[in-house]
Nanobody, 122 residues
Framework: VQLQASGGGLVQAGDSLRLACAAS??????MGWFRQAPGKEREFVAT????????YYAESVKGRFTISRDHAKNMVYLQMNNLKPEDTAVYYC??????????????????WGQGTLVTVSS
């Protein structure tokens, strides 16, 4: 089972970027994105459920980021619009099954991708 994240890069404030995460070997019930800025703890960004497509967002990204899922390709995407310098971080995709609570808690996710760096200049 592997998660492979891609799509990071260097952009200017106000720009858009789309991250992609390819899952192989397993279809997770929930897949999400977390990020970790230098010197900070990993924080929740967004998660989407396989069944029904329910989405969850951190307050800091609501209205700017959109998470989506392609079941046929077993991929999850994070469309990031109106990027801000404070969005600069390494972004990780993650998957989990069998847990009903703590959807924003990184410790409840049991499979992680390698991370992709997003840098937003002012």
């Amino acid at each position: 089972v592997q998660l492979q994240a891609s799509g990071g890069g260097l952009v200017q404030a106000g720009d858009s970027l789309r991250l992609a995460c390819a899952a192989s070997g397993h279809t997770f019930r929930e897949m999400g994105w977390f990020r970790q800025a230098p010197g900070k703890e990993r924080e929740f960004v967004a998660t989407i459920r396989r069944s029904g497509g329910t989405t969850y967002y951190a307050e800091s990204v609501k209205g700017r980021f959109t998470i989506s899922r392609d079941h046929a390709k077993n991929m999850v995407y994070l469309q990031m619009n109106n990027l801000k310098p404070e969005d600069t971080a390494v972004y990780y995709c993650a998957g989990r099954d069998g847990i009903l609570t703590g959807i924003m808690d990184a410790t409840t996710y049991h499979r992680w991708g390698q991370g992709t760096l997003v840098t937003v200049s002012s």
